[in-house]
């Protein structure tokens, strides 16, 4: 048992916005201060991944497939081996193995061989001295299609196949089924006073991350370096081993400064592990950047999603029962498809109390760019269409739609019907700040003009890794000496600022300022373990593992200065650079001169008992939840369908707020990225190709798109965070989008049921209605699913049922 | 041979015919702090001052700059002094990934050049045309009008 | 990246030498004014000329004149940013700039030009692609190699959308273009620049250059352009709509209504304008125009949005647009 953290149990003022006034008592932490890297953002001395450049470097170009689907007969890369610059050519017979993100799917192959599965696929890979010969090398290369029927929408993909499935061993076209049942919802149902069913369908979207994904490699004295702006190079690292066949200790990848993540660089991506392969056999750099369409292409973003929702609740609004099933285009390949499918599932109950609760899912292949993983991985989709059915149940039952919520809250310190462990919470907390700041009771009330309620939560962390194993999921490293003090950590910093919250633990816990604290972190040679950037786990677990390593260190130079100055080490006062009465440079002396060289290690795992035991369980459980609330205040156009949004209010529950600065950054961001979702952004296809493989045509708010964005905070001190804090990477996202379509129906009284509400939605909804049918837009049903039985899981006892 | 006015510097390097400014920057100069996202004038982020504009460089050949003086990002502060907005763009956290921050800055540059005083809606027009994922173009808006200040209140 | 093919670069000494220098090449140079149209085609690989002749610099072309009337002529190669700094065109060409102020961003608005931005190229989203997706698609009618319209399948035409912002107000306020060619130089109305074909829309020889834009004098006129789009900034027109019109009293003396992206060309609504003129500008007149002239919009699915939406809001801009220019603002929501 760890000792309980000094800050538990301390529950401090939360002013909106008011970092300073909540970290009484610390140094550094809570304190506005700037990131630590922000300097060479502002000069351009930053290097992403496309800025880096070795003498001799050759260029690599992908020629990808012009089929969604086909096999391949023949390909011919003669003339393009032939022509003068061109370096090395590669096929996919000679990357014959597969690889994948996780453990369970490892369905990809770097360059198709047999068939490809979607327009944009990679097939041959070209290396030569620049980029425009090996491009226009790429123009000499035949190959040889037989066109296949493609796949082209979730109803298209539960058919029987026209040709023959697009993977082999699958259920036609079927990736992943899953049943669960937790409690009697029959029984639930049965009881309920009102009974009702939605159908909803929220689009799928590109991460459109700013910097297009690059990577160089470097194979020299037979150790392979690839440098790529990804999100997980630990991942990488893996399966760089496995698909070239060297061992482990042969391979460093090395995660560069990032242009923007969002999920869309988690995967590992086909260029990886082809430039990879191409310095292996050139001995020469070897560089990949991707073109904007070919990021589209990489896509592995957001999954279309069709959901249907079921619940039963009695006439006070107690929900008894509740249904919910979805359907997922996964695109051509299972990527972190396995574990979105279960997301989809998993975090209706940790807002609601629910006591009854099924979950039917189903991911399709179909053939377009795979999807994946997008800020929120697999729970933005549900959480829309929870609130709004939500919404629609609280009008059948006559009930204010807030109180019909409250009246189903979770409350901290519980288990969910599906095992989650809630601790911390915070879910009456951040719907009571936005009410309040925005009036949402006393909103004016007329034709064209609404406001829209939700809340939502998110977990600080995936409990369970990608691959099965029982290893840390972060380790830190701590070096101290005459030299000054270095933390190095695998995780990457994908912009949102986690290189400056470690700075920051560290610091905090030696007494120094974060410029006395050198961060190396993402480079898989260099620094121990860390999963990745994604499921908003890096603060949490990495900061905690820092945290763990430089308590180690806190306590040997506590002992020397107690050993110097006679006094007990818990009277002395770590701070401002000291150690009671010797400066952090001489207790450091004084230690290394005992112990030598002083370094720590620290580690996370998420503890036991976050979960249940059931197939299934390992997706949703995370050490800690977050929870979001957000009031939309909008304009509706019913002329147009037009929508001005003028204002959101977010309330977050944050665990602590470690630094003001970074955190409002994330809740901007996840606000706009929302809305961007809820009102414009989708990746869709016609005659199978991609609508909008464009920065312009694939349209994203500009800054005068954006409304006024108010920040509210509620620290719940999570007794497992670093200090109490919990994560704001992507809970704040979730409540925006149903709120958005809450507030159209505030304003014009039709429901879009379906994202992103665009103008003609609006309008179809609003003609309905005028035609005396309902005002409603959106999917009419949802299709018959080969769903096997649920597996039946006992919920927790109500003895339990409070840990 | 092109020749260019860069950063109140003259330079000389070869090009290959159809090479844009945004690739003779990066490629031939070094200069990489100026980004690219679409190359075809969609996303803002290669944006550099052309004769103090504000202009895309994967849009822009050479042969048309003729005399005029180009600025990147590498070419703002002065010496190791930064510019207000660097700074006010450091301190509120206007730059989170920083892939856009090039391009943001030097748009934001333009507009403090003639309007000294802009109100958030001349802010945010004048960045319409710069794409930004991270920040929501919040902390950005903020930076750019707390360095205004900062310009107005210098001597 | 996307880079551009290879090209020459020729620097044309004056007008004349521009239009020799087309006309040496026989069609396969082009002129380049601010390029960010042409570049971002040709990386795109949509259009390969062999040559792009530099206009940009060419003193006579950079130059903007207002007489005392009002009436103004802009040379081709002054940018849109100067056009609308321009404290006489503000005061006397107000209508004008309101058409070049929701032209993209600020930073295409200092490298666009007015002549490229009459002369811009239609678009459509089968063909702004790049040459990997055009060719998956199997190309098209607009860039040479396909064999059919990719959105209407059974035409023998392109259906490529006239995308000017500017065009559609500069003929409603009566403007003529003046073009230089081998004859030498002639004038003409900028509505006759137009042609009806997506693939080929302006009315030039391969060796002509437009020069300057002549704005008639509208001092006192009513004038409003909508346009449609779905962002604030940087989007093309989903559609416009140009209003210019005289009244006496609240009744229509002359009046001109243009449309723009419903049709590969801008759509000059002469009827709807005849029969508004002698009327009262009142809300049944301006509801039948609006009516009227809407149907002869056509959109088509090769744009953002859906289209019958589209056809639908063509309506409400030229309503919008009228009712601005009556005098009874009712803006739009953004
Ligand atoms: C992201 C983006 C958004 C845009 N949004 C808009 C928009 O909202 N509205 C809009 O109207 N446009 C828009 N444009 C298109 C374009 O930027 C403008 O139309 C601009 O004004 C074109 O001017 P230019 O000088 O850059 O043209 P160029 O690219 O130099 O030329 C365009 C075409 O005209 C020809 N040409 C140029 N000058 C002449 C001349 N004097 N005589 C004969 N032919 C000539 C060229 O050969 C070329 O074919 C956008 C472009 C981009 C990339
Ligand atoms: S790279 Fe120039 S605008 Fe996107
Ligand atoms: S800071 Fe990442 S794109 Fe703007």
Excluded at chain 1, 220 to 240: E, I
Aim: one cysteine or more; hydrophobic letters at 40%; glycine letters at 10%.
């Amino acid at each position: 048992m760890r000792p309980p953290p000094p800050w538990a149990g301390r529950r401090l003022g939360t002013e909106p916005g008011d970092g300073d006034a909540l970290s009484d008592g610390f140094q550094v932490v809570g304190k506005a201060l700037p990131r630590l890297d922000a300097l060479g953002k502002v000069t351009g001395a930053t290097r992403y991944a496309d800025d880096l450049s070795w003498p001799g470097t050759l260029a690599c170009v992908l020629l990808r497939s012009p089929h969604p689907h086909a096999r391949i007969v023949a390909v011919d890369t003669a003339a393009a081996a032939a022509t003068k610059g061109v370096v090395a050519v590669l096929t996919g017979a000679d990357l014959p193995v597969r690889y994948g993100a996780i453990a369970t799917s490892q369905d990809e192959a770097a360059l198709a061989s047999d068939k490809v599965r979607y327009v944009g696929e990679p097939v041959v890979a070209v290396a030569a001295v620049d980029e425009v010969t090996a491009r226009e090398a790429t123009k000499k290369i035949a190959v040889d299609y037989e066109v296949l029927a493609p796949v082209s929408s979730i109803e298209q993909a539960l058919l029987a196949p026209a040709d023959e499935p697009i993977h082999e061993g699958t259920k036609g076209n079927i990736h992943r089924l899953a049943a669960l049942e937790f409690g009697d919802v029959d029984e639930g149902f049965a009881v309920a006073d009102v009974v009702r069913e939605d159908v909803f369908f929220y689009e799928g979207s590109n991460h459109l991350a700013m910097e297009e994904h690059s990577a160089t490699a470097i194979f020299a004295d037979g150790q392979l370096t690839l440098w790529s702006s990804t999100q997980a190079p630990h991942n990488l690292h893996r399966v760089l081993a496995k698909v070239l066949d060297l061992p482990m200790t042969r391979v460093r990848v090395v995660a560069t400064p990032h242009g923007g993540g969002f999920g869309g660089k988690v995967d590992p991506a086909a260029h990886e592990v082809v430039v990879s392969k191409l310095a292996v056999l050139t001995g020469r750099p070897v560089k990949c950047t991707l073109s904007r369409e070919e990021v589209f292409y990489n896509h592995r973003g957001r999954h279309p999603a069709l959901m249907w929702v079921r619940t039963g609740a009695a006439r006070d609004g107690q929900i008894t029962a509740m249904h919910f099933r979805v359907a997922l285009d996964g695109g051509a390949l299972a990527s972190l498809g396995a574990a979105t499918t279960y997301y989809t599932g998993a975090l209706q109950p940790a807002t609601y109390d629910i006591p009854a609760y099924r979950f039917e899912a189903c991911r399709v292949f179909t053939n377009k760019a795979p999807c994946g993983p997008k800020r929120g991985h697999g729970t933005p989709q549900p959480r829309f269409a929870l609130e709004i059915h939500l919404d629609k149940l609280a009008e059948d039952l006559g009930m204010d739609p807030v109180a019909l919520r409250r009246c189903n809250y979770v409350r901290p310190q519980s288990r969910t019907v599906n095992w989650l462990r809630i601790t911390s919470c915070g879910i009456e907390e951040v719907t009571e700040k936005v009410l309040a700041a925005s009036g949402f009771a006393t909103r004016s009330r007329r034709v064209g003009h609404g406001q829209g309620f939700a809340v939502s939560a998110y977990l600080c962390g995936a409990g369970f890794p990608m691959y099965p194993s029982q290893l840390p999921h972060s380790e830190v490293g701590l070096k101290v000496d005459r030299g000054g003090v270095t933390v190095f950590c695998g995780a990457t910093d994908i912009g949102q600022g986690s290189d400056t919250v470690l700075a920051t633990v560290v610091a905090e816990e030696l007494g120094l300022d974060r410029a006395d604290v050198r961060v190396v972190t993402a480079d898989t040679g260099l620094t121990p373990v860390d999963l990745g950037s994604y499921s908003s786990r890096v603060t949490f677990m990495a900061g905690n593992a820092a945290i763990d390593a430089a308590r180690k260190i806190r306590t040997l130079l506590l002992e020397e200065a107690a050993r110097t100055s006679g006094l007990l080490a818990h009277e002395l006062r770590v701070g401002d650079g000291r150690f009671g009465p010797l400066s952090f440079e001489q207790a450091v002396e004084a230690a290394e001169e005992r112990h030598g060289a002083l370094s720590a290690s620290g580690s996370y795992a998420p503890p036991p008992g976050i979960s249940g035991e059931f197939r299934g369980s390992a997706v949703g459980p995370g050490p800690a939840y977050t929870y979001s609330a957000a009031v939309v205040d909008l304009d509706a156009d019913p002329t147009t369908g037009e929508v001005l949004v003028h204002k959101v209010w977010v309330a977050h529950d944050i665990g602590r707020l470690l630094n003001p600065v970074l955190v409002r950054g994330q809740m901007d961001g996840n606000v706009y990225m929302a809305l961007a979702e809820a009102l414009m952004e989708s990746q869709t296809y016609r005659k199978d190709l991609l609508h909008h493989p464009s920065v312009l045509e694939y349209k994203t708010p500009l800054a005068t798109d954006m409304p006024a964005i108010e920040h509210l905070y509620v620290e719940t001190i999570d007794p497992e965070g670093p200090y109490g804090a919990k994560e704001v990477g992507q809970g704040p996202f979730l409540p925006v989008v149903p709120a958005v379509v809450s507030a159209i129906h505030d304003a014009l009284g039709v429901w879009v049921d379906e994202v992103p509400v665009t103008p003609e939605k609006i309008l179809r909804a609003l003609d309905a209605r005028d035609r005396g049918a309902l005002g409603r837009a959106g999917p009419k049903r949802f299709p018959a699913v080969p769903f096997p039985p649920c597996i039946k899981v006992e919920p927790p006892h109500a003895a339990t049922a409070r840990v | 041979m092109v020749r260019l006015r860069l950063n109140g510097e003259d330079h000389e390097t070869l090009a290959r015919s159809g090479e844009t400014l945004l690739e003779i920057l990066r490629e031939r100069l070094g200069l990489t702090g100026t980004k690219h996202g679409c190359e075809v004038g969609e996303c803002g982020a290669c944006t550099v001052l052309v004769d103090g504009a504000p202009r895309l460089s994967c849009l822009v050949l050479p042969e048309q700059l003729a005399d005029a003086e180009v600025t990147t990002v590498e070419g703002l502060a002065d010496g190791a002094v930064l510019h207000p907005l660097q700074t006010s763009f450091m301190r509120l956290g206007a730059s989170q990934c920083g892939y856009c921050t090039s391009g943001m800055l030097l748009s934001a540059k333009a507009l403090l050049d003639e309007h000294p005083d802009p109100s958030n809606a001349e802010i945010r027009e004048a960045l319409a045309g710069n794409v930004c994922r991270c920040t929501g173009y919040a902390a950005i808006v903020d930076a750019v009008a707390d360095a205004a200040e900062t310009l107005r209140d210098a001597p | 990246m996307l880079r551009l093919p290879a090209f020459e670069h020729l620097r044309a000494e004056s007008v004349r030498d521009a239009a020799g220098m087309l006309a040496d090449h026989g069609g396969t140079a082009r002129l380049l004014a601010g390029g960010t149209d042409l570049l971002a085609k040709m990386k795109r690989r949509q259009v390969m000329p062999d040559a792009l002749v530099g206009i940009g610099h060419l003193a006579p072309l950079r130059e903007v004149r207002v007489a005392p009337s009002g009436a103004a002529e802009l040379g081709a190669a002054v940018t849109l940013a100067e056009a609308l700094a321009d404290r006489r065109l503000a005061a006397d060409q107000p209508g004008y700039l309101e058409a070049v102020g929701v032209v993209s961003s600020p930073a295409l608005r200092n490298a666009g030009t007015i002549g490229g931005n009459l002369c811009v190229d239609t678009r459509c989203n089968y063909n702004d692609m790049t040459e990997e997706w055009r060719h998956a698609v199997g190309y098209c009618l607009k860039t040479g190699c396909g064999e059919r319209c990719q959105v209407a399948a059974s035409s023998p035409r392109c259906w490529a959308i006239f995308s000017s912002d500017t065009a559609p107000m500069a003929i409603a306020l009566g403007a003529t273009v003046v073009v230089w060619g081998a004859e030498g130089e002639r004038e003409l109305p900028l509505g006759t620049l137009y042609a009806d074909d997506g693939k080929a829309h302006l009315q030039l020889g391969p060796a002509e250059i437009l020069t300057a834009l002549r704005l008639p004098a509208r001092r006192g006129w009513r004038v409003a352009y909508e346009k449609l789009r779905r962002r604030s900034a940087v989007d093309f027109p989903l559609a416009g709509a140009a209003v210019a019109l005289e009244l006496d009293g609240d009744v229509v003396a002359a009046c001109r209504l243009v449309l723009g992206a419903v049709a590969s060309h801008p759509v000059e609504l002469h009827d709807v304008a005849q029969a508004l003129t002698g009327r009262r500008l009142d809300d049944e007149a301006i509801e039948e125009a609006a009516t009227a002239g809407a149907r002869l919009a056509k959109p088509l699915d090769n744009s953002d949005l859906n289209y019958v939406w589209r056809k639908r809001m063509v309506k409400v801009i030229l309503e919008r647009a009228l009712r601005r220019a009556a005098g009874a603002d009712r803006g739009r929501l953004r």
